[in-house]
């Protein structure tokens, strides 16, 4: 893919500040305000689009050491969605964030099958050209509700023309199969209930399951626990009774059947995507797959999709996002939670329930046995029918 196929940016610093503080305010459009917003979100776009390109030189990296080290394991990128970066805007803190200094516009992430794995990727990563501007090792230090991942972030540095790219931020994002699980599953629950599970939001009772399994699975992974985790056996009995109370397990099952009973999307091998634009509809719980080969249009689909959204200052009934991954497969592996697929962490709480230990999981799970005829999901809890179709 040549450097002009990905969009450049057309603007300085200041306009990205000015337009930060514009889009992270309560949007009012009005006629003398109209042309001023639009210039702000049209800057704002273009500073992130102009991320693309040193998104996937990242992910370039993420993959050529994956491959020639031997490490197994998908990788997949994102732009960040324009909601989440006003959110981030306007969050509270000791000063404002600008846009500009935004370190994950572009986001990477590579799935391992192991700590191990986990360790010796960050080790490779460290010694790219890429100058790392930042770490943080939520594996060893995991967040407060669970959270656990290795997170870099990674300032481009390019050769020759491709110097133009020079300084833009990519954060990568390095975990086991174990941890992906559970990152996902807190965002597809909370997706289908319309809840910000991610942001610390929503049923209390969910929250607290997901951060004892989270205790559960650094465990198994022989890892730091979440700070103020009760010891194993009181928080297995805690998970149990919260199960018994949700009906979790039911409740995970029930999303993964929807969505794979209605997955029938096949790709071309002979004519593979870049880009896939996912549109999950918060109000039917339908989901679209929109695949894109040139990054330019993708770009300006993205942008023109996330239109509404930007001219109401709230979120639509739209979930949107544009991920850059090297073929279906790869891209419902690495969000699984678009695609209601939980079934990994629901395989774990089951041996949590059942009194059965958690072990590092490093084989991808194969069924020995012919599976029972799959029963209609009931989904009651969910208020609408999930779909997944390409457009």
């Known amino acids: 893919m040549r450097k002009q196929d990905y969009p450049l940016f057309d603007y300085n610093v200041d306009d990205v500040k000015r337009a930060s503080s514009v889009i992270a305010g309560d949007l009012s459009w009005t006629r003398e305000t109209e042309a001023r917003i639009k210039e702000a979100f049209q800057i704002a776009n273009n500073w992130r689009d102009a991320h693309a390109f040193p998104m996937r030189s990242v992910r370039g990296s993420l993959r050529w050491y994956m491959h020639y080290h031997d490490v197994p394991g998908v990788t997949a990128a994102r732009l960040k969605r324009m909601q989440a970066i006003r959110r981030k805007l306007a969050r509270p803190g000791l000063r404002p964030l600008d846009l500009h200094l935004m370190q994950d516009l572009g986001g990477c992430r590579a799935i391992v099958t192991s700590i191990a794995d986990v360790r010796r ?5 460290r010694s790219g050209r890429h100058i790392i501007h930042h ?7 995991p967040k407060k509700d669970g959270y656990r991942s290795h997170h870099m972030v990674l300032e ?24 992906h699980s559970w990152a996902t ?5 909370g997706l289908l209930r319309g809840e910000d599970l991610k942001g610390n939001k929503g049923s209390s009772d969910w929250l607290r399951l997901l951060f004892l399994m989270s205790a559960e699975f650094a465990r198994a992974e022989g890892c730091a626990e979440p700070p103020n985790a009760p010891p194993h056996k ?12 949700l009906q979790a397990s039911k409740h995970l099952q029930n999303m993964s059947d929807a969505f794979r009973a209605t997955d029938d999307l096949v790709e071309n091998p002979l004519s593979r995507p870049t880009y896939y634009l996912l549109k999950f ?57 678009y695609f209601g697929d939980v079934q990994l962490f629901k395989m774990q709480l089951g041996k949590v329930i ?38």
């Open 121 to 125: 990727l960050v080790e490779l990563m």
């Open 135 to 141: 770490e943080s090792a939520y594996i060893e230090k």
């Open 156 to 179: 481009y540095r390019g050769r020759g023309e491709r110097k133009l790219h020079d300084g833009k931020r990519v954060e990568v994002q390095i975990r086991t199969r174990m941890q």
């Open 185 to 189: 599953t807190v965002e597809a629950v």
């Open 234 to 245: 009181e928080r297995c009995s805690e998970i149990i009774a919260l199960d018994k109370k």
């Open 281 to 337: 509809d918060n109000v039917t719980k339908q989901m679209s797959v929109e695949p894109y080969f040139a990054p330019k249009e993708a770009m300006l689909q993205y942008d023109n999709a996330e239109e509404l959204d930007n001219h109401t200052g709230t979120t639509s009934r739209q979930n949107i996002v544009l991920v850059e991954a090297d073929k279906l497969e790869n891209l419902k592996a690495a969000y699984p939670n």
């Open 354 to 391: 059942k009194g059965k230990p958690l072990e590092e999981y490093t084989v991808r799970p194969q069924e020995s046995v012919a599976p029972r005829p799959r029963e209609p999901a009931n989904l009651a809890w969910l208020k609408g029918r999930s779909k997944l179709r390409w457009k």
